[in-house]
């Protein structure tokens, strides 16, 4: 074995590491990372590994800071010469906006999966090994290279920049639903159906965690958005509704918001499709754009939040922010 074929699992919790406490009838955090990997049966044949603690958290414990703690962790042993891939364990409830931030942060060809399971060690049928090993496999891959980060759950490879987390229950709950799965784990080894064309770099080790999202409803106004701005927030993600479009009441908070020079990016609360400024109406996509709304693509609002925190946290002109976000319609002017 060559001592470049060895991967890096950062433990963090989630349902991978728990079980049930019979006191509680409930799930906790209880598996060490050691018990964890012994269930990963006979994966010594196929590469060496390393095991480094960041912690044993639920993923609703997972803040921000934590996210960048890790990409920090993330970016300095990948840079290592001994380590060929890094596999980080995640709880599953914030697992997309954790791997979303890896993936707008780190910039290395060697392969960086994000993993968890659905189902703890209590239950009949955990999934957390299978989903460990089928993560290693990837890790180990000379395919899985030059594809950003890379979440394996259920024997599927999604991209962190589409994966999303659709079923509070099903095994299979981590789908892209706009494009699709990138590949598949078949028989220990990783197969890949497409690529993805484009990715975005945002070089930072810091984040700014004053970024309010917001998800519209007809009848909301602007007390909300006016709250945001008396409290010092530095950014607002609007979940708007359909197309782009928002209740002609927040207009006022949107104003005010631009003018103090305060980025609101629109993304839509639907699951799929893209934000556009179709509509001319009052709180239509074309009012918003005018006012100097940035138009998020087809991020949901979790990962358009995690976009705009680390942007703000290398700068505050709207204009870079705005180019950030909209980089493709601007490719085409």
């Known amino acids: 074995m060559s001592a470049s074929n060895k991967v890096a699992i950062i433990f963090t919790g989630g349902t991978i590491s728990m079980k049930v406490d019979p006191r509680i009838h409930a799930a906790i955090p209880a598996l060490t990372s050691e018990e964890i990997l012994a269930m990963v049966t006979n994966i010594e044949k196929f590469t060496e590994i390393e095991i480094i603690n960041f912690g044993n958290y639920p993923s609703p414990?997972?803040?921000?800071?934590?996210?960048?703690?890790?990409?920090?962790?993330?970016?300095?042993?990948?840079?290592?010469?001994?380590?060929?891939?890094?596999?980080?364990?995640?709880?599953?409830?914030?697992?997309?906006?954790?791997?979303?931030?890896?993936?707008?942060?780190?910039?290395?060809?060697?392969?960086?999966?994000?993993?968890?399971?659905?189902?703890?060690?209590?239950?009949l049928g955990y999934d957390g090994s299978s989903n460990l090993s089928a993560a290693i496999c990837t890790a180990i891959s000379e395919k899985a290279k030059n594809k950003g980060v890379l979440v394996v759950m259920n024997n599927e490879v999604n991209a962190a920049s589409e994966v999303t987390k659709t079923n509070t229950l099903a095994l299979d709950t981590f789908k892209s639903p706009e494009f699709g799965a990138l590949g598949i784990v078949d028989n220990d080894e990783v197969i890949f159906y497409r690529d993805i064309i484009s990715r975005d770099f945002i070089d930072t080790d810091d984040i700014e965690t004053k970024v309010m999202l917001l998800k519209c409803a007809p009848g909301m106004n602007s007390d909300i958005i006016n709250y945001c701005i008396d409290s010092n927030y530095k950014g607002i993600v609007l979940e708007a509704l359909g197309r782009g479009n928002i209740p002609p009441q927040m207009i006022d908070g949107v104003t005010r918001c631009i003018e103090k020079n305060i980025p609101i990016v629109l993304v839509s609360r639907c699951p799929t499709g893209r934000v556009l400024d179709t509509y001319g109406y009052e709180g239509g996509g074309k009012h918003l754009r005018e006012l100097g709304v940035i138009f998020g693509g087809n991020l949901p609002g979790q990962k358009a939040r995690i976009k705009l925190m680390l942007a703000l946290s290398t700068t505050n002109n709207?204009?870079?922010?705005?180019?950030?976000?909209?980089?493709?319609?601007?490719?085409?002017?």
């Open 61 to 123: 414990h997972i803040t921000p800071e934590m996210m960048m703690d890790l990409a920090v962790l993330v970016k300095k042993t990948i840079s290592r010469d001994d380590i060929s891939g890094v596999v980080v364990t995640h709880g599953t409830d914030t697992l997309e906006e954790t791997a979303y931030l890896l993936d707008l942060t780190i910039k290395s060809e060697k392969p960086v999966i994000v993993v968890g399971a659905m189902r703890n060690s209590s239950e």
């Open 318 to 333: 709207m204009e870079t922010i705005r180019k950030l976000f909209e980089k493709d319609e601007y490719k085409n002017n």
